[in-house]
């Protein structure tokens, strides 16, 4: 009896759904507590939703737009729209505003499952790798705040299942489908502009044969392009190019300020010094120290993003235990390279960093570099299996060594979550309540029901523009 109900438990569809609502439990609990309070950002996405729900336009009066205009920037639509229903059931807090994130964060989990299910058959492989996405600082840090990055690699990941989906189907309803959902993280985050061109590219090479599915193939092109004009419209003529303008190296003035440097510099030749110090050259290089520096320990396994909003600081983006785990998936895949789920994996690995290194600061944004965490959470579990199938054999010998090993690797990922626990709901609030820009959620609920006993009351707005708070708050 007792192990009929064992088996039960341990069926793949059992198993997911406890890994998903663990993600889910890791993600949504004490949501209005930390992170310590709505930043920026989080007050004007939820406002707008707020606004839309209410009036059908963003609060600057645009109806329905494809691109929407706040105080100060335009930003992409797409997780405002998304907030609607949430904000009108939760109401405009911290969970109506978050729970987004939430939702579509731990809805990845199970669609990361299924993924990797379709592509190698391997359920073992599935269930780990959506383990590993469920208990992910990197993955949970986005997924209980109002970033755009969660609702985004939902999107692609959805699209991805579609168009693999689609080329293995002569339907052509599932092309536009696969075009239509592929369009739509374009609406989220600048950073998928490039991807998503780049990720549908690598599907096409490994999986898409172009002379028996043409038809297929221009469907979903033309049914991308038809949800993507809207946008395309607005940053030829509008403003949804102004955000990426911003820090793209492109427009870089320090880059320019330094090739002027070089350039006048005493005792230079300037036609050498034209070769060596330029536009080109410095963008080149940018770009190739950005690409180097996002697969680094510094930011990978030690430190994280250096914004407190994305990171933690204490702890990497991934756990130290991956490394080896990582390292031998990575081996792994590279020696079975003739399997094309393997070369999909590394290639995805290898697209993931190029959008973040054209950006001033991308070598350590941890947004922008977001598309990283589904390949290497499915490296990393390769990377475990493996050990474990090994262990496993050596365990039959009984020698103690491998046993004593087979304790660490148990204990030691568990130690290393339990830590990155505590710091999350110990101190994290504590450390970096500066960065959430706590202490003005409690300032106006204090002050609006005194407004009627004075003349004006007086928000400082040095550090911070206050008038997005007053609105959300009062």
Request: glycine content about 4%; aromatic content about 16%; overall charge positive.
């Amino acid at each position: 009896m007792k192990n009929s109900t064992l088996k039960k438990i341990l069926q793949p569809q059992v198993l997911i759904l406890l890994i998903f609502f663990l993600g889910f439990f890791l993600r949504v609990v004490s949501l209005d507590k930390n992170p310590p309070e709505l930043f920026g950002d989080e007050l004007d996405a939820g406002y707008q939703a707020y606004s839309l729900l209410k009036t059908g336009r963003d609060y600057k009066g645009n109806l329905f737009p494809s691109y929407l205009q706040s105080f100060s920037e335009w930003r992409a639509p797409l997780l405002m729209y998304t907030s609607i229903p949430f904000i009108a059931i939760a109401g405009l807090n911290e969970y109506g505003v978050r729970l987004p994130s939430v939702v579509f964060g731990s809805l990845t989990i199970l669609l990361l499952y299924y993924l990797v299910s379709c592509l190698t058959k391997n359920k073992k492989l599935a269930l780990l790798s959506a383990f590993f996405l469920a208990a992910s600082p990197w993955h949970i840090q986005y997924s209980r705040a109002a970033f755009e990055a969660a609702l985004m690699l939902f999107l692609i990941t959805t699209g991805i299942i579609v168009f693999l989906r689609a080329s293995h189907t002569k339907k052509l309803k599932t092309s536009a489908l696969a075009g239509i959902i592929f369009a739509l993280p374009l609406y989220t985050y600048n950073t998928a502009n490039i991807f998503v061109p780049l990720i549908a590219a690598l599907i096409c090479f490994l999986f898409v044969s172009f002379s028996k599915q043409k038809k297929q193939i221009i469907t979903a092109v033309i049914a991308f392009l038809a949800v993507s004009l809207p946008l395309a419209i607005n940053i030829l003529f509008g403003h949804a190019a102004d955000r990426f303008s911003n820090f793209s190296i492109f427009g870089n003035q320090e880059i320019i300020e330094k090739i002027n440097l070089m350039r006048t510099s005493p005792h230079i030749n300037p036609f050498i010094e034209s070769i060596f110090s330029n536009r080109p050259v410095e963008w080149t290089k940018r770009i190739v120290q950005n690409y180097a520096a996002a697969f680094s320990p510094q930011f990978l396994f030690i430190n994280g993003d250096v914004t407190f909003r994305h990171s933690l600081h204490q702890v990497g983006q991934l756990f130290w235990f991956q490394l080896p785990l990582l390292l031998t998936g990575v081996f792994f895949a590279l020696k079975n390279y003739r399997k094309k789920e393997n070369l999909f994996w590394l290639g995805w690995l290898l697209l993931a960093p190029i959008p973040a290194s054209l950006t001033i600061d991308g070598s350590y944004h941890a947004t922008r570099l977001i598309f990283m965490v589904i390949p290497l959470m499915v490296l990393s579990a390769c990377g475990g299996l493996i050990i474990i199938k090994t262990l496993t054999n050596l365990s039959k010998k009984r020698l103690f060594p491998v046993k004593l090993l087979a304790f660490l690797i148990i204990l030691i990922p568990v130690m290393e979550f339990l830590n990155y626990q505590n710091y999350y709901w110990k101190h994290y609030p504590l450390d970096s309540w500066r960065w959430w820009h706590y202490g003005y959620k409690e300032a106006i609920t204090s002050l609006t029901p005194l407004e009627e006993n004075f003349d004006q009351v007086i928000i400082e707005t040095t550090y911070e523009p206050a008038l997005i708070r007053y609105l959300f708050w009062a």
